[in-house]
């Protein structure tokens, strides 16, 4: 199996062994000690805190507040709404005994929270003057997941959740595609990730929704990642939690209620995305480093690092975030291809004829323009315009990469070679029986129908019944 000189298996050999192994050669993750379970490294925490950070201040912006709500669930509550209690049933973690004794009744580990957000709901909201009822939560949740991989499916992960009360559909519709663009707006502006948004079929949506809407975004093998989900919840957890307020009329109505997240799966996703042979390619807006400074010292010689620290401090003070590499006992070379594997945008070498000649050396991670040397001076201005290329040019290649790698498809021949290697854009039927044919068959399912997708009719392309949406339907093999 063909390696580089750092051990990580090529993309073109094996995919999935080049993602294990570069996500914890890059510092960004460890596995747990319990199956399933993953250790969130500093690198990879900071890389998730940049993307909470930027989607928490998104989401407060549209007049949402935080909240926290327990972990544990009494397993009730997940009974009053069958349709999701059997939608999680085979992922749940059950508390049977606590403080030496078996509980009265089992408690479920949050494995989502539309449950108990409904009970407390059902308390707080009374009259139309409650709603909008707009919360959102930052948590940790827990499915019990049979085939674990880091960052995409693990036993516990990381996320957003946001629960909404609408006092009608149409209101509640809003909120969802609302939440829904911030996803599109995430994963585009920041994580460049050039996703397809779009409408889950009815066998492909949340238990318990009338109504999904994700984003998918296209892997470097291929495969999709739903990377983010909105859901229209109508009135069925109002029903099953009595989630009801008193109209201007004084009759007695059902909320209209939404729940929709990211996770730390968003991680994988830029890692899948951008990543290449020699590691990780970071999106500069979401690095945890946008500069790295290598000082090339000799034995004895501070002015380097002291330049090094002092140019640190501008490019700081110029909201660029840096990072000065002064490690004694490791050579420079070590750390350029350190620095490389872990992703970030830009390094900068600096050592005494750079210094004696006040400029420093730039490296992009990509790009293609090899070194070039930068006066010092003119660093701080320079830099921010290097990195918003840096950031066009991953998005621009990521899509590039999803069109090459989709195809529009009328036979069903044509349809089994193009999800072997990418999407699939064919017509579709829309009934859960022919999905599962196609995936049986072939492993892909319908990811979406896509929202600005071109109108299309005609006979689905495996079962040859009428086409149900009027457009035609992305398929393909998903993480």
């Given at each position: 199996?063909?390696?580089?000189?750092?051990?990580?298996?090529?993309?073109?050999?094996?995919?999935?062994?080049?993602?294990?192994?570069v996500v914890v050669k890059a510092a960004l993750v460890d596995r747990g000690p319990a199956r399933g379970t993953m250790v969130i490294r500093p690198y990879g925490y900071r890389l998730w805190e940049r993307l909470r950070e930027e989607l928490d201040r998104r989401i407060k912006d549209t007049g949402h507040e935080n909240a926290y709500f327990p972990l544990f669930i009494p397993e009730s509550f997940l009974a009053r709404e069958a349709e999701h209690v059997d939608g999680f049933a085979p992922e749940l973690a059950v508390v049977t005994h606590a403080g030496g004794k078996e509980l009265e009744e089992r408690l479920v580990v949050r494995p989502t929270?539309?449950?108990?957000?409904?009970?407390?709901?059902?308390?707080?909201?009374?009259?139309?003057?409650?709603?909008?009822?707009?919360?959102?939560?930052?948590?940790?949740?827990?499915?019990?997941?049979?085939?674990?991989?880091?960052?995409?499916?693990?036993?516990?992960?990381?996320?957003?959740?946001?629960?909404?009360?609408?006092?009608?559909?149409?209101?509640?519709?809003?909120?969802?595609?609302?939440?829904?663009?911030?996803?599109?707006?995430?994963?585009?502006?920041?994580?460049?990730?050039?996703?397809?948004?779009?409408?889950?079929?009815?066998?492909?949506?949340?238990?318990?929704?009338?109504?999904?809407?994700?984003?998918?975004?296209?892997?470097?093998?291929?495969?999709?990642?739903?990377?983010?989900?909105?859901?229209?919840?109508?009135?069925?957890?109002?029903?099953?939690?009595?989630?009801?307020?008193?109209?201007?009329?004084?009759?007695?109505?059902?909320?209209?209620?939404?729940?929709?997240?990211?996770?730390?799966?968003?991680?994988?996703?830029?890692?899948?995305?951008?990543?290449?042979?020699?590691?990780?390619?970071?999106?500069?807006?979401?690095?945890?480093?946008?500069?790295?400074?290598?000082?090339?010292?000799?034995?004895?010689?501070?002015?380097?690092?002291?330049?090094?620290?002092?140019?640190?401090?501008?490019?700081?003070?110029?909201?660029?975030?840096?990072?000065?590499?002064?490690?004694?006992?490791?050579?420079?070379?070590?750390?350029?291809?350190?620095?490389?594997?872990?992703?970030?945008?830009?390094?900068?070498?600096?050592?005494?004829?750079?210094?004696?000649?006040?400029?420093?050396?730039?490296?992009?991670?990509?790009?293609?323009?090899?070194?070039?040397?930068?006066?010092?001076?003119?660093?701080?201005?320079?830099?921010?315009?290097?990195?918003?290329?840096?950031?066009?040019?991953?998005?621009?290649?990521?899509?590039?990469?999803?069109?090459?790698?989709?195809?529009?498809?009328?036979?069903?021949?044509?349809?089994?070679?193009?999800?072997?290697?990418?999407?699939?854009?064919?017509?579709?039927?829309?009934?859960?029986?022919?999905?599962?044919?196609?995936?049986?068959?072939?492993?892909?399912?319908?990811?979406?129908?896509?929202?600005?997708?071109?109108?299309?009719?005609?006979?689905?392309?495996?079962?040859?019944?009428?086409?149900?949406?009027?457009?035609?339907?992305?398929?393909?093999?998903?993480?």
């Open positions: 199996m063909a390696r580089d000189e750092r051990g990580v298996t090529a993309q073109s050999a094996d995919f999935a062994a080049w993602y294990n192994e929270s539309e449950t108990i957000v409904g009970e407390m709901m059902a308390k707080w909201i009374t009259s139309h003057r409650d709603l909008p009822l707009l919360l959102n939560q930052w948590s940790n949740v827990v499915r019990w997941e049979l085939r674990p991989r880091m960052f995409l499916r693990t036993t516990e992960f990381l996320w957003q959740e946001g629960h909404t009360a609408h006092v009608d559909e149409a209101d509640a519709r809003r909120e969802t595609l609302l939440a829904f663009g911030l996803y599109r707006e995430v994963a585009r502006d920041l994580a460049a990730m050039p996703v397809i948004a779009g409408e889950k079929t009815a066998g492909e949506r949340f238990a318990g929704a009338v109504a999904t809407y994700t984003i998918e975004g296209m892997m470097r093998d291929g495969r999709a990642l739903q990377a983010g989900t909105s859901h229209y919840m109508g009135t069925n957890f109002a029903s099953a939690f009595g989630i009801r307020y008193t109209g201007d009329a004084g009759r007695e109505e059902l909320c209209h209620t939404t729940s929709w997240g990211m996770s730390t799966r968003m991680i994988g996703g830029i890692v899948m995305t951008h990543g290449d042979d020699r590691g990780l390619v970071l999106p500069p807006r979401l690095a945890p480093y946008q500069v790295v400074v290598v000082p090339i010292t000799r034995g004895g010689d501070t002015a380097v690092e002291q330049a090094a620290d002092e140019l640190a401090v501008r490019l700081r003070a110029a909201g660029i975030r840096t990072h000065v590499d002064a490690r004694p006992q490791l050579s420079p070379g070590f750390k350029y291809n350190e620095w490389e594997l872990r992703g970030v945008p830009i390094r900068l070498e600096l050592g005494p004829r750079d210094l004696e000649s006040g400029s420093a050396v730039l490296v992009e991670r990509l790009g293609g323009r090899g070194k070039r040397a930068v006066p010092i001076d003119a660093l701080p201005a320079v830099l921010p315009g290097v990195l918003d290329e840096f950031q066009d040019f991953l998005l621009a290649r990521a899509t590039a990469f999803r069109d090459e790698h989709t195809h529009v498809v009328g036979d069903w021949g044509d349809f089994a070679a193009a999800v072997g290697t990418g999407w699939a854009l064919a017509l579709h039927c829309g009934t859960s029986a022919c999905e599962d044919e196609i995936k049986a068959l072939t492993a892909a399912t319908p990811r979406c129908v896509p929202l600005d997708g071109e109108q299309a009719s005609g006979v689905c392309v495996r079962c040859g019944a009428r086409s149900a949406y009027g457009k035609r339907v992305i398929f393909g093999r998903a993480y």
